[in-house]
C-alpha cells in the first residue's frame, strides 16, 4: 500500500512539475520576442500612492521595498495568502518554505535555514544559541541557552493570526539583524492602525482529524481612524483548539489513561494605536500577547504505536503538559524630515515557559534496567524559564526612493535576563540508590541559572548606484556582547553543591558586499557576500546519576565545563528574480556556498544522560532555491518552489582519541529536499460570486548522508537513533468568494501520510519519543474582510 501511496504521490507532483516547465521555457522565448516593450513598466500603484495587493512590499532591508527589488533570497506571504495555504504556525510555514525546517519534540523546538543547525535530531533539539533569528515586527524574540540546559532554551514562535505579512529571509542578516541570524531570519510582521477608514478581519474554522479530536477556531480584528489623519487603532483576539490525535495509555496501573491527550489551546490578543499629530511624525505604542497550552506533548512512544494505522500511544504513567506564555509591549516613533526617516523602537519582551515532564522510566532504567511497577515510584521534572529582555534601536535611514545612494544607519542595544528553574521530584529514588539523601520536598536535583546577556552594536548599510542598472551594497554590524551568569545545582543527581559564576566577553564584526545588476524594473540579478555569527554560551555541571557518571565526567574533564565561544560563518550568494510575460511568470532563483567554522558542537556522555557544548569542527552548506509562479490560463495558477541543502562536516575532529566528526558527515537530519508544487484553478459562479479550488503538495526528502549519531565509531553514537523518514503533504482546497467572504471547505494531508520522525527507540524520556505531521484533517474555514 505505501509503494501505491508513493506512485500516487511521484506522479502528482511529476504532473505539476510537467505543466510549469513548458510554460517556463514558452514564456522565456516570448520575453525574448517582446524586446523593449515592458521594460519601462512599473509596479501596480493604487491611488492612495501603495503598491497593491499584488505587489508585495517587504522591510527586509529596514525599509520599505518591493520584494522584486531586494537582492536577498526571500519568502514572503500576505495574510490572506496564508490563510488560502491553512499556514498557522511556523512548522506550517516552514512546511511550504524552501530552504525552511521546523523540528520539534514537543518541549524544545528549532527553526533551521540552509541547512545551519547543530541539532542533530533535524533541528528539533539543538546545541548551543538558536540559528535562526525570530522578529515580532523588529523585536528579537528568539531564546538563549541557560547554564546548558538549566532551562529550556526553544524560542518563542508566534501563532499567526492578523498579520501583514511573515517574511523568511535565508542566508545570514547580521549586518542589520544581529548575532541570532547565523542562518537567517524569520519575521512576523504586525498591521498598522488605519488613519483614514475602518477595516476588519474575522476568520473561523472547524475540523476532525482521522483518529483525533475536533479542532476549532475563532477571531476577529478591527481598527480604523478615530480622528480622521490623526488618531487610530487596531485591536485582535484569537482562539485555537487543537484537538489531540495521541492517545495517553499509562503502562503503570493507576496512572493516566486519556484519549487524544495532546491538544492545545492558543490564545492571541493585540492593541495599537497610532499618533499623527503631523505629516511627519508617527508614534505607535502596541502590545502583543499569546499563551499556548498544551495538555501533553506532541511526541509518542514509536515501539507502542502502529504509525501505519494511525495509532499513536503514550506509555509513562503521567502527562508533560507545556505553557508557554509572553507579552510584548512597544513604542515605535518616526519622523521624517529632510529626505531622512528617523526611527526610535522601543520594547519589552516578557515571556514564561514552563513544562513538566514525565521522568518516571529515566531513573530506574538507568539505575536499575528495570521498569517500576507503582505509581509512587513517579519521577517527574518541573522546568520553568523566564525572559525579561528590553530592546532599544535607533535607526537613520534614507527617505528618497529615487536618491542614487540609499543608506541606514543606526544603534541597537539589548538586555536580556533569562533564568532557568529546573527540578527533579524522585520521592522514590530510595529503591534505586540504597541511602540516598534527597532535598525537601523529594527532590533529586534542583537547578537555579540566572543569565544575563547585553548587547551593543552600531550598525550601517549602503547602496550606492553607479548607473541606473547597476549598484553596489556594503555594510558592517560591530557588537559587544557580555555575558554574565550564576548557575547553582544541588541534589544527589547534580553530584551535591556545584556553584558556577563567570562572565564571558567578545565582539563580533559581521560585514556584509553585494553587486546588483538592474536591467529594467523586472529583473534583478545580484551577489552577495555576508557575514553570520553565533554568541557562546555556558554549560552546567552534568548530573551524576551514577558512579560510572561520575567516572566519564572525570575522564572529560566536565566537572566545571565553564564556556564556550561564537562561531561565525561566511555565505557567498548568487540569485536573480524575473518578472515575464507582464507578470505572468514569476522566478526567484538562488544558489549559495556558506562556510562554516568553530562549530558550537554536542558532546554527549551517554552515562549521564545528558551533553555538554563545546568549538569543534567546521562545516560547509550548498545548495539553491527555486520560486516559479506562473499564470498558466486566465484562470489556472501553478506554483512551484524548490530547495536543496547539503550541509556537511569538512574535517576530521578527533579530541581525547574519541571521534567527534567525519568529513562529509551531515550537520544534522536536515531534508536535503524541501518540494511543493500547487495548482488553483479560479471561475466565476455568477456574476457577484467566483469560485476556487486548489491543490498543493508538500514533500521533504529523507536524509540518506552519513549521520553522527548513527557511526558507530563515532563518540556521539547512539544506536537508538533512527533516521527521519521523508514527508509528504497533500492538501486540497475549494471555496467560494462573494465579497470579502471567502468561504471554504479543506482537506490536509490527504494521503494520511504518517512518517516518523525525531525518533529514539528507548522509553528513556520524552523527547526519546517520536512525532508525525498531524493525520488527515477534513474542515470548512470562512475569513471575512472588510
Same mark, same amino acid.
Given at each position: 500500500?505505501?509503494?501505491?501511496?508513493?506512485?500516487?504521490?511521484?506522479?502528482?507532483?511529476?504532473?505539476?512539475?510537467?505543466?510549469?516547465?513548458?510554460?517556463?521555457?514558452?514564456?522565456?522565448?516570448?520575453?525574448?520576442?517582446?524586446?523593449?516593450?515592458?521594460?519601462?513598466?512599473?509596479?501596480?500603484?493604487?491611488?492612495?500612492?501603495?503598491?497593491?495587493?499584488?505587489?508585495?512590499?517587504?522591510?527586509?532591508?529596514?525599509?520599505?521595498?518591493? =520584494?522584486?527589488?531586494?537582492?536577498?533570497?526571500?519568502?514572503?506571504?500576505?495574510?490572506?495568502?496564508?490563510?488560502?495555504?491553512?499556514?498557522?504556525?511556523?512548522?506550517?510555514?516552514?512546511?511550504?518554505?524552501?530552504?525552511?525546517?521546523?523540528?520539534?519534540?514537543?518541549?524544545?523546538?528549532?527553526?533551521?535555514?540552509?541547512?545551519?543547525?547543530?541539532?542533530?535530531?533535524?533541528?528539533?533539539?539543538?546545541?548551543?544559541?538558536?540559528?535562526?533569528?525570530?522578529?515580532?515586527?523588529?523585536?528579537?524574540?528568539?531564546?538563549?541557552?541557560?547554564?546548558?540546559?538549566?532551562?529550556?532554551?526553544?524560542?518563542?514562535?508566534?501563532?499567526?493570526?492578523?498579520?501583514?505579512?511573515?517574511?523568511?529571509?535565508?542566508?545570514?542578516?547580521?549586518?542589520?539583524?544581529?548575532?541570532?541570524?547565523?542562518?537567517?531570519?524569520?519575521?512576523?510582521?504586525?498591521?498598522?492602525?488605519?488613519?483614514?477608514?475602518?477595516?476588519?478581519?474575522?476568520?473561523?474554522?472547524?475540523?476532525?482529524?482521522?483518529?483525533?479530536?475536533?479542532?476549532?477556531?475563532?477571531?476577529?480584528?478591527?481598527?480604523?481612524?478615530?480622528?480622521?489623519?490623526? =488618531?487610530?487603532?487596531?485591536?485582535?483576539?484569537?482562539?485555537?483548539?487543537?484537538?489531540?490525535?495521541?492517545?495517553? =495509555?499509562?503502562?503503570?496501573?493507576?496512572?493516566?489513561?486519556?484519549?487524544?491527550?495532546?491538544?492545545?489551546?492558543?490564545?492571541?490578543?493585540?492593541?495599537?494605536?497610532?499618533?499623527?499629530?503631523?505629516?511627519?511624525?508617527?508614534?505607535?505604542?502596541?502590545?502583543?500577547?499569546?499563551?499556548?497550552?498544551?495538555?501533553?506533548?506532541?511526541?509518542?512512544?514509536?515501539?507502542?504505536?502502529?504509525?501505519?494505522?494511525?495509532?499513536?500511544?503514550?506509555?509513562?504513567?503521567?502527562?508533560?503538559?507545556?505553557?508557554?506564555?509572553?507579552?510584548?509591549?512597544?513604542?515605535?516613533?518616526?519622523?521624517?524630515?529632510?529626505?531622512?526617516?528617523?526611527?526610535?523602537?522601543?520594547?519589552?519582551?516578557?515571556?514564561?515557559?514552563?513544562?513538566?515532564?514525565?521522568?518516571?522510566?529515566?531513573?530506574?532504567?538507568?539505575?536499575?534496567?528495570?521498569?517500576?511497577?507503582?505509581?509512587?515510584?513517579?519521577?517527574?521534572?518541573?522546568?520553568?524559564?523566564?525572559?525579561?529582555?528590553?530592546?532599544?534601536?535607533?535607526?537613520?535611514?534614507?527617505?528618497?526612493?529615487?536618491?542614487?545612494?540609499?543608506?541606514?544607519?543606526?544603534?541597537?542595544?539589548?538586555?536580556?535576563?533569562?533564568?532557568?528553574?529546573?527540578?527533579?521530584?524522585?520521592?522514590?529514588?530510595?529503591?534505586?540508590?540504597?541511602?540516598?539523601?534527597?532535598?525537601?520536598?523529594?527532590?533529586?536535583?534542583?537547578?537555579?541559572?540566572?543569565?544575563?546577556?547585553?548587547?551593543?552594536?552600531?550598525?550601517?548599510?549602503?547602496?550606492?548606484?553607479?548607473?541606473?542598472?547597476?549598484?553596489?551594497?556594503?555594510?558592517?554590524?560591530?557588537?559587544?556582547?557580555?555575558?554574565?551568569?550564576?548557575?547553582?545545582?544541588?541534589?544527589?543527581?547534580?553530584?551535591?553543591?556545584?556553584?558556577?559564576?563567570?562572565?564571558?566577553?567578545?565582539?563580533?564584526?559581521?560585514?556584509?558586499?553585494?553587486?546588483?545588476?538592474?536591467?529594467?524594473?523586472?529583473?534583478?540579478?545580484?551577489?552577495?557576500?555576508?557575514?553570520?555569527?553565533?554568541?557562546?554560551?555556558?554549560?552546567?555541571?552534568?548530573?551524576?546519576?551514577?558512579?560510572?557518571?561520575?567516572?566519564?565526567?572525570?575522564?572529560?574533564?566536565?566537572?566545571?565545563?565553564?564556556?564556550?565561544?561564537?562561531?561565525?560563518?561566511?555565505?557567498?550568494?548568487?540569485?536573480?528574480?524575473?518578472?515575464?510575460?507582464?507578470?505572468?511568470?514569476?522566478?526567484?532563483?538562488?544558489?549559495?556556498?556558506?562556510?562554516?567554522?568553530?562549530?558550537?558542537?554536542?558532546?554527549?556522555?551517554?552515562?549521564?544522560?545528558?551533553?555538554?557544548?563545546?568549538?569543534?569542527?567546521?562545516?560547509?552548506?550548498?545548495?539553491?532555491?527555486?520560486?516559479?509562479?506562473?499564470?498558466?490560463?486566465?484562470?489556472?495558477?501553478?506554483?512551484?518552489?524548490?530547495?536543496?541543502?547539503?550541509?556537511?562536516?569538512?574535517?576530521?575532529?578527533?579530541?581525547?582519541?574519541?571521534?567527534?566528526?567525519?568529513?562529509?558527515?551531515?550537520?544534522?537530519?536536515?531534508?536535503?529536499?524541501?518540494?511543493?508544487?500547487?495548482?488553483?484553478?479560479?471561475?466565476?459562479?455568477?456574476?457577484?460570486?467566483?469560485?476556487?479550488?486548489?491543490?498543493?503538495?508538500?514533500?521533504?526528502?529523507?536524509?540518506?548522508?552519513?549521520?553522527?549519531?548513527?557511526?558507530?565509531?563515532?563518540?556521539?553514537?547512539?544506536?537508538?537513533?533512527?533516521?527521519?523518514?521523508?514527508?509528504?503533504?497533500?492538501?486540497?482546497?475549494?471555496?467560494?468568494?462573494?465579497?470579502?467572504?471567502? =468561504?471554504?471547505?479543506?482537506?490536509?494531508?490527504?494521503?494520511?501520510?504518517?512518517?516518523?520522525?525525531?525518533?529514539?527507540?528507548?522509553?528513556?524520556?520524552?523527547?526519546?519519543?517520536?512525532?508525525?505531521?498531524?493525520?488527515?484533517?477534513?474542515?470548512?474555514?470562512?475569513?471575512?474582510?472588510?
Amino acid at each position: 500500500m505505501r509503494h501505491c501511496m508513493a506512485a500516487i504521490r511521484q506522479s502528482l507532483m511529476a504532473s505539476v512539475v510537467l505543466m510549469v516547465v513548458p510554460f517556463w521555457s514558452g514564456a522565456a522565448h516570448a520575453q525574448q520576442a517582446a524586446g523593449q516593450g515592458a521594460l519601462n513598466r512599473s509596479p501596480a500603484v493604487g491611488a492612495d500612492g501603495q503598491a497593491q495587493a499584488d505587489e508585495i512590499v517587504v522591510t527586509a532591508q529596514k525599509r520599505e521595498q518591493r =520584494l522584486m527589488d531586494v537582492p536577498i533570497s526571500i519568502s514572503a506571504y500576505s495574510q490572506e495568502a496564508l490563510d488560502k495555504r491553512g499556514i498557522k504556525d511556523i512548522s506550517d510555514v516552514a512546511a511550504a518554505t524552501p530552504g525552511l525546517n521546523f523540528g520539534s519534540t514537543g518541549v524544545y523546538n528549532r527553526v533551521t535555514i540552509r541547512g545551519i543547525s547543530t541539532g542533530a535530531r533535524g533541528g528539533s533539539q539543538g546545541v548551543g544559541s538558536s540559528t535562526t533569528a525570530i522578529y515580532v515586527d523588529d523585536i528579537p524574540i528568539q531564546a538563549r541557552p541557560i547554564g546548558g540546559g538549566a532551562g529550556v532554551y526553544t524560542s518563542a514562535t508566534p501563532k499567526i493570526f492578523d498579520l501583514e505579512r511573515v517574511e523568511v529571509l535565508r542566508g545570514p542578516q547580521g549586518t542589520l539583524f544581529g548575532g541570532g541570524a547565523l542562518g537567517g531570519a524569520v519575521r512576523f510582521i504586525t498591521p498598522e492602525p488605519n488613519l483614514k477608514e475602518f477595516t476588519g478581519y474575522a476568520r473561523a474554522e472547524m475540523s476532525d482529524t482521522s483518529g483525533g479530536g475536533i479542532s476549532n477556531e475563532a477571531g476577529v480584528a478591527v481598527g480604523g481612524p478615530i480622528v480622521e489623519d490623526k =488618531l487610530g487603532f487596531r485591536v485582535s483576539g484569537w482562539h485555537r483548539r487543537d484537538g489531540g490525535y495521541i492517545d495517553h =495509555l499509562s503502562l503503570i496501573p493507576g496512572g493516566v489513561r486519556q484519549r487524544n491527550a495532546d491538544k492545545a489551546d492558543s490564545y492571541v490578543g493585540r492593541a495599537a494605536l497610532t499618533f499623527k499629530p503631523s505629516e511627519s511624525i508617527r508614534i505607535t505604542p502596541s502590545i502583543y500577547a499569546q499563551d499556548v497550552h498544551s495538555y501533553d506533548l506532541g511526541t509518542f512512544s514509536a515501539l507502542d504505536s502502529d504509525a501505519d494505522d494511525g495509532k499513536f500511544l503514550v506509555t509513562t504513567p503521567l502527562l508533560s503538559p507545556v505553557r508557554d506564555k509572553f507579552f510584548i509591549p512597544s513604542l515605535r516613533m518616526q519622523a521624517d524630515f529632510s529626505g531622512v526617516t528617523a526611527t526610535s523602537i522601543t520594547t519589552y519582551f516578557h515571556r514564561n515557559h514552563q513544562t513538566d515532564t514525565d521522568y518516571t522510566f529515566v531513573l530506574p532504567l538507568s539505575l536499575s534496567g528495570s521498569l517500576p511497577t507503582s505509581l509512587d515510584q513517579y519521577q517527574i521534572t518541573h522546568i520553568d524559564t523566564r525572559q525579561r529582555n528590553f530592546t532599544q534601536e535607533l535607526r537613520l535611514s534614507a527617505s528618497e526612493p529615487s536618491a542614487r545612494l540609499q543608506w541606514t544607519i543606526g544603534g541597537f542595544y539589548n538586555r536580556a535576563k533569562t533564568t532557568g528553574f529546573q527540578t527533579i521530584e524522585s520521592p522514590r529514588i530510595g529503591d534505586y540508590i540504597p541511602g540516598v539523601v534527597l532535598l525537601p520536598g523529594g527532590l533529586s536535583y534542583r537547578a537555579t541559572a540566572p543569565v544575563t546577556n547585553t548587547e551593543l552594536a552600531g550598525y550601517a548599510n549602503f547602496e550606492y548606484r553607479f548607473f541606473d542598472t547597476l549598484s553596489v551594497i556594503a555594510g558592517v554590524r560591530v557588537s559587544r556582547l557580555k555575558e554574565d551568569f550564576h548557575i547553582i545545582t544541588e541534589g544527589p543527581l547534580g553530584g551535591g553543591f556545584v556553584e558556577i559564576n563567570g562572565k564571558q566577553r567578545e565582539t563580533a564584526v559581521t560585514p556584509k558586499f553585494g553587486i546588483n545588476f538592474k536591467p529594467d524594473p523586472d529583473n534583478l540579478f545580484y551577489v552577495s557576500a555576508a557575514k553570520g555569527f553565533r554568541p557562546g554560551g555556558v554549560n552546567k555541571a552534568l548530573p551524576t546519576i551514577s558512579s560510572a557518571c561520575a567516572a566519564a565526567t572525570a575522564a572529560l574533564g566536565a566537572s566545571n565545563l565553564g564556556d564556550y565561544q561564537s562561531d561565525s560563518l561566511w555565505s557567498y550568494e548568487v540569485g536573480s528574480k524575473n518578472s515575464l510575460m507582464g507578470g505572468r511568470l514569476n522566478l526567484s532563483f538562488s544558489a549559495y556556498h556558506i562556510k562554516w567554522k568553530n562549530i558550537q558542537s554536542s558532546v554527549r556522555v551517554p552515562q549521564c544522560l545528558g551533553a555538554f557544548v563545546a568549538n569543534f569542527g567546521d562545516a560547509k552548506s550548498d545548495g539553491f532555491d527555486l520560486a516559479v509562479d506562473a499564470r498558466l490560463t486566465k484562470n489556472l495558477l501553478a506554483g512551484l518552489s524548490v530547495g536543496y541543502t547539503r550541509a556537511v562536516y569538512t574535517n576530521d575532529n578527533i579530541s581525547g582519541g574519541r571521534i567527534y566528526t567525519h568529513s562529509g558527515d551531515q550537520i544534522a537530519d536536515i531534508p536535503p529536499w524541501n518540494i511543493v508544487a500547487s495548482l488553483q484553478y479560479n471561475f466565476e459562479l455568477t456574476e457577484n460570486v467566483q469560485g476556487y479550488g486548489r491543490i498543493e503538495n508538500r514533500y521533504q526528502s529523507r536524509n540518506k548522508g552519513n549521520l553522527t549519531l548513527l557511526d558507530p565509531t563515532n563518540a556521539n553514537f547512539d544506536p537508538a537513533v533512527r533516521r527521519n523518514e521523508s514527508v509528504n503533504q497533500l492538501n486540497l482546497r475549494a471555496g467560494v468568494l462573494y465579497g470579502g467572504l471567502d =468561504l471554504s471547505v479543506f482537506v490536509n494531508n490527504v494521503l494520511n501520510d504518517h512518517p516518523l520522525l525525531n525518533v529514539y527507540f528507548s522509553r528513556i524520556t520524552a523527547d526519546y519519543g517520536a512525532s508525525t505531521i498531524r493525520p488527515r484533517t477534513l474542515g470548512v474555514s470562512a475569513t471575512y474582510r472588510w
